[in-house]
């Protein structure tokens, strides 16, 4: 259930192995165009579609009956945040679309992210009162969370290590043999609530850390220091030191959302949340606005306002060599800079101009040309895209503002690092 960046290399993966599966998603587009062949994640490519369906393999549809006699559910829908509260709607929903369907002797994995409890707690619940049935008695549940990182070609759905956990030991040992069968190891968790907590936990190491080296970068600026420098050379000790970098925010579905359901959960459980990652997480979502801010100094410094400058963004997606648009930092400065009154435009040859928010309608997209180098009055990397010319960036563009320290070797009075 759901046939996104998780769960649509997970239907392939199981198709591919000898499963006979049914990919549901609630996007009829979506949909139309897996039928067709066509792929919308970078991590499943199209060619491989074809095959699958036509031996019947794989079958996606929108189409809530046709999940009906399954052995095996997997729920891989979202669980965004609402005004900074979890939002478990779309798993209530998929819960009691599976409770219609729940056979005696079936297994449900749950794999969307969620505070410790949800897979006991919430699902299990609303499962347990649609079918009538009583889990771990009759029918199994467990929860493995996703470790999808789009666009890795080294550590992918079948060679990055998957945390199983169960409801109780049986429906552990049922989650584990099911996905032995899919990827090269499985990690036994003894319970679904610490499994809960590790995949919140690898995700919130990342977030504060990022933010920590975030704020660093303004103090090592204001003070003359190039942070980036300070990085690579703690960087060689081999033990005790893990290097992250500053950038101009974080994005995806899990870095700016999973510290929160941690922090929401902790608060809810023991009255009181996580100071460490409700201030992470300030520092992280205030770096648009700081990217903004150092590209009108600039531009002060020249004498010209940012309302009517010609701003170029190169990279619209939140990872280079990704079209992921979720979360995006990118998106964030595009909006700020067009409310105040700068004409944007952006580059990003891996994402297609239909997925663009509607909140973004004033943005031009165009191409990192010589020409569009050159006739903006500021050139923003946001995405540090393979693709993109770096020596004509640095050489066409009045001023670049440089967020992931890709142009590093060319910092001049012209070229700056965020």
């Given at each position: 259930m759901g046939q996104g960046y998780v769960g649509l290399p997970l239907a392939v993966r199981a198709a591919q192995l000898g499963h006979r599966v049914v990919g549901l998603d609630t996007n009829a587009g979506r949909v139309r165009a897996l039928a067709c062949g066509s792929s919308p994640v970078e991590d499943v490519r199209s060619a491989e579609l074809g095959p699958l369906l036509q031996a019947g393999a794989y079958r996606?549809?929108?189409?809530?009956?046709?999940?009906?006699?399954?052995?095996?559910?997997?729920?891989?829908?979202?669980?965004?945040?609402?005004?900074?509260?979890?939002?478990?709607?779309?798993?209530?929903?998929?819960?009691r679309l599976v409770g219609r369907h729940l056979r005696e002797g079936?297994?449900?994995?749950?794999?969307?992210?969620?505070?410790?409890?949800?897979?006991?707690?919430?699902?299990?619940?609303?499962?347990?009162?649609?079918?009538?049935?009583?889990?771990?008695?009759?029918?199994?549940?467990?929860?493995?969370?996703?470790?999808?990182?789009?666009?890795?070609?080294?550590?992918?759905?079948?060679?990055?290590?998957?945390?199983?956990?169960?409801?109780?030991?049986?429906?552990?040992?049922?989650?584990?043999?099911?996905?032995?069968?899919?990827?090269?190891?499985?990690?036994?968790?003894?319970?679904?609530?610490?499994?809960?907590?590790?995949?919140?936990?690898?995700?919130?190491?990342?977030?504060?850390n990022i933010a920590l080296v975030n704020e660093l970068a303004e103090v090592a600026r204001d003070t003359g220091l190039n942070l980036r420098e300070a990085l690579g050379a703690a960087a060689t000790k081999p033990f005790g030191f893990m290097r992250f970098d500053p950038g101009p925010g974080i994005g995806g579905h899990c870095l700016p959302i999973d510290p929160v359901y941690l922090s929401w959960w902790a608060a809810q459980a023991r009255g009181e949340g996580s100071r460490m990652i409700d201030l992470a997480a300030q520092i992280n979502s205030a770096r648009p606005a700081y990217v903004v801010r150092r590209v009108t100094d600039h531009l002060a410094g020249r004498g010209r306002a940012l309302a009517g400058a010609r701003v170029l963004l190169l990279g619209l997606a939140y990872k280079p060599g990704s079209s992921d648009l979720r979360e995006s930092p990118a998106?964030?400065?595009?909006?700020?800079?067009?409310?105040?009154?700068?004409?944007?435009?952006?580059?990003?040859?891996?994402?297609?101009?239909?997925?663009?928010?509607?909140?973004?309608?004033?943005?031009?997209?165009?191409?990192?040309?010589?020409?569009?180098l050159a006739a903006a009055d500021a050139v923003v990397l946001m995405t540090d895209h393979d693709v993109f010319d770096y020596g004509q960036v640095a050489a066409r563009a009045a001023f670049v503002l440089d967020c992931r320290g890709r142009l590093a070797d060319r910092l001049t009075a012209t070229v700056e690092q965020l």
């Open positions: 996606p549809t929108a189409s809530p009956e046709d999940v009906a006699g399954f052995d095996v559910a997997v729920i891989a829908v979202p669980t965004p945040l609402s005004e900074g509260v979890p939002d478990l709607s779309h798993v209530l929903t998929a819960g079936a297994l449900v994995v749950l794999e969307s992210t969620s505070y410790p409890g949800t897979t006991r707690s919430v699902l299990g619940a609303v499962l347990e009162e649609v079918s009538g049935l009583r889990m771990g008695a009759q029918f199994a549940l467990g929860f493995s969370p996703e470790r999808i990182d789009p666009g890795n070609r080294m550590w992918t759905l079948a060679t990055t290590p998957k945390l199983v956990s169960g409801i109780d030991a049986a429906s552990l040992q049922r989650t584990a043999a099911f996905y032995s069968g899919l990827v090269d190891s499985v990690v036994p968790v003894g319970r679904c609530e610490e499994a809960e907590l590790a995949k919140l936990l690898e995700n919130t190491f990342r977030a504060v998106l964030e400065v595009a909006r700020h800079l067009a409310v105040a009154g700068a004409q944007v435009s952006a580059a990003d040859p891996f994402v297609d101009p239909d997925s663009v928010p509607p909140a973004l309608d004033g943005v031009r997209l165009t191409s990192a040309t010589a020409g569009e």
